[in-house]
């Protein structure tokens, strides 16, 4: 395979690569207990792009972004945490460098909850002020991965959990030299169902995990994988073939519906 890393390509291999689309890994540096490194949720979200752009053509695989919004994970040491408005602002600016280099398709894998909101807000605002930019988000692999595969593949809430099941397993299928098993332990979480308390994480948990790790098997974590990059693959390549185009144009057809692009900052 040729080289897909933007990090790790020549001038001339990304001229001769063509890329007509990026893929953006998003993480974070924070504890995840006794027995999962720092880097966990960049690490997986990493190891999803590569694997899916060696399968679609024309796929770049941008430098992840190893710093996410962290703030509500910060009881337990350390946790490096940009703001939700410095993330928002990061990712702007990484949108329109890759523009104004002509790459007009992202797709971002995100692998932490805390990014969740910058990337609604950036995505949405940037969309709005280019809508020449496509964008699409893989918001939740972990909720995601759950949904996709078979009821009963996890055995404790639902795989879910910072550092729990599904987390472990999946760095059991892609790191496994940086778990330590013998060290895994958490707590499932006793949360209201429907509406959502926004909790201090040392509220949930005395280990810095919650969900059960002790569940976890590599051959969970290659399902999940397996199950995201398979649709991540046919997700990119129905859009290619659709022209990252949902079927209907702003102002065409409904004289209700005005094309409106110039606003925004
Ligand atoms: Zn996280």
Not at 92 to 111: Q, T
Not at 187 to 201: S, T
Not at 245 to 250: D, H, N, Q, R, S
Request: without cysteine; glycine residues 10%; proline residues 5%.
């Amino acid at each position: 395979m040729s080289e897909k890393r933007l990090f790790r390509m020549t001038g001339r291999d990304f001229r001769l690569g063509r890329f007509d689309k990026a893929v953006l890994a998003i993480g974070s540096t924070e504890y995840h207990g006794e027995h999962l490194p720092y880097g966990t949720d960049t690490l997986v979200a990493e190891h999803l792009a590569e694997a899916v752009a060696e399968r679609v053509e024309g796929l770049l695989v941008l430098p992840p972004l190893p710093l996410g919004m962290s703030h509500h994970y910060a009881s337990f040491p350390l946790a490096l945490s940009l703001s939700t408005e410095t993330l928002m602002r990061v990712l702007w600016e990484v949108f329109e460098s890759l523009l104004r280099h002509g790459i007009r398709r992202l797709l971002i894998i995100n692998g932490h909850d805390g990014n969740i909101p910058a990337i609604e807000a950036a995505t949405r605002e940037f969309r709005v002020k280019h809508p020449e930019m496509k964008i699409a988000v893989l918001e939740a692999w972990w909720k995601t991965a759950a949904d996709l595969l078979p009821e009963g593949t996890f055995e404790a809430w639902g795989g879910l959990g910072h550092g729990g099941e599904g987390k472990t397993s999946m760095m059991l299928a892609v790191v496994p030299e940086l778990v330590e098993m013998s060290h895994a332990r958490g707590v499932i979480p006793k949360l209201p169902a429907h509406v959502e308390v926004k909790w201090r994480f040392e509220e949930l948990t005395p280990y810095g995990v919650t969900g059960d790790p002790t569940k976890a098997t590599a051959e969970k974590g290659r399902k999940m994988r397996d199950a995201l990059v398979e649709l991540l693959v046919s997700f990119l390549r129905e859009m290619d073939q659709r022209g990252w185009e949902l079927g209907f144009k702003a102002g065409e057809g409904d004289p209700l519906l005005g094309v409106e692009t110039d606003g925004g900052r």
